[in-house]
């Protein structure tokens, strides 16, 4: 009786720990999907913003940057911000580019990391400057979101590329 009664004490503790496995696969699947799903909305956020960019919507950047959102431009020559503070802000760095470029194109690739709120973007510059000629450049940028806003967009390019395009001195 002993034996039979240490043996369904193992069966038990078996059977619930199967269940403990089954319960935390079944919850990390969950996690998997909600993050698989917010990544995927983070992603369409970011190609919104460049399609509103090319197509001069500038409005966009109101809908998908958060009101106290940044902008960072560590590389930016001198005469030129660092940083942007606020959605305004951001929209009139924006929508103040018609002021010098006919066309922007952004081709892009945008990369995901194990973090469904952080995004890096690999991308060139494509511009038909308005007195005539092309400006390309190559730049990397990095998103951050919050509750399905950019909190934080950081561009970097090659600010050489940038000088040399519009006569501008580096010290």
């Known amino acids: 009786m002993k034996t039979i009664s240490k043996f369904g004490s193992v069966l038990l503790m078996l059977l619930l720990l199967n269940i403990v496995a089954i319960q935390t696969m079944a919850q990390t699947t969950r ?9 995927e909305k983070n992603r369409k956020v970011i190609n919104a913003f460049y399609v509103g960019v090319e197509n001069q919507k500038f409005d966009i950047i ?32 924006f929508s103040g580019l018609t002021a010098y470029f006919v066309q922007m194109k952004f081709p892009r690739q945008i990369f995901s990391t194990e973090d469904p709120n952080f995004f890096f973007v690999k991308f060139k510059g494509d511009m038909d400057v308005k007195g005539g000629g092309k400006y390309e450049n190559d730049y990397i940028g990095t998103f951050k979101f919050q509750d399905g806003k950019i909190v934080e967009y950081a561009e970097y390019f090659n600010p050489i590329v940038m000088a040399k395009a519009f006569n501008i001195k580096l010290d």
């Open 31 to 39: 996690s998997i999907q909600q993050e698989s799903k917010l990544r």
């Open 62 to 93: 109101k809908e998908v940057f958060a009101e106290n959102a940044k902008q960072l431009i560590p590389y930016a020559p001198d005469g030129f911000p660092k940083s942007l503070n606020g959605s305004d802000a951001i929209y009139k760095q």
